[in-house]
Structures are given as C-alpha cells and as structure tokens.
C-alpha cells in the first residue's frame, strides 16, 4: 500500500508530542498489514468528512484519510476527536 501524507496532515503531524507520534507510527505498521483490524477502528465519516475515513490509534486520537485507488491512501487530518470536528 502506498501512503501519501496531505500538507496539513503534515503540519498537524508536527505538532504532536513524541508518544502520539510514536503511537501512531504502530498503527500505521498494523493499518498497512490489515487495514481493517479491529483495533484501529477503521471506519468511514459522515457530515463534513463525507467521503473519508478514520483509524484511531489510542484513546481519542484519529488520522482521517482518503482512498485513492486500490493501492494508494492519502492522509489528510490527524488529531483528537475535538480537534478533526471543530
């Protein structure tokens, strides 16, 4: 699977503190595996995020992306459930 990372993903990547970062980096490992284990939470979004997806990866963390093709995903937004529905 190839993963491509929007520029505001990016931006809000650099924010996080070292433990998300390291938490999501486990999520991104099991997400490029089995994109649909359980434990990440994959699901698709509703309302102003119609059309994207979410995977969670500890508490109330998410990383919403976007399908591109069979092969490629697209990061868009990272952050906590308040901050990705403000």
Known sequence: MRLEYHSKFKKQYKK????????FA???ELFQS????SDLYNHSLIGQWK???SIS?????????EVIDEHTVQ???IGTHAQ???
């Not at 996080?16 to 938490?23: F, G, P, V, Y």
């Not at 089995?34 to 284990?37: A, D, G, K, R, V």
């Open 26 to 28: 486990e999520a991104l």
């Open 75 to 77: 990061f868009v937004a």
């Open 16 to 23: 996080l503190k070292s433990a998300q970062r390291k938490r």
């Open 84 to 86: 990705l529905y403000k």
């Open 51 to 53: 059309g994207f997806r």
């Open 34 to 37: 089995e994109p649909h284990h």
């Open 57 to 65: 990866f500890g508490g109330d963390w998410r990383a919403h992306y």
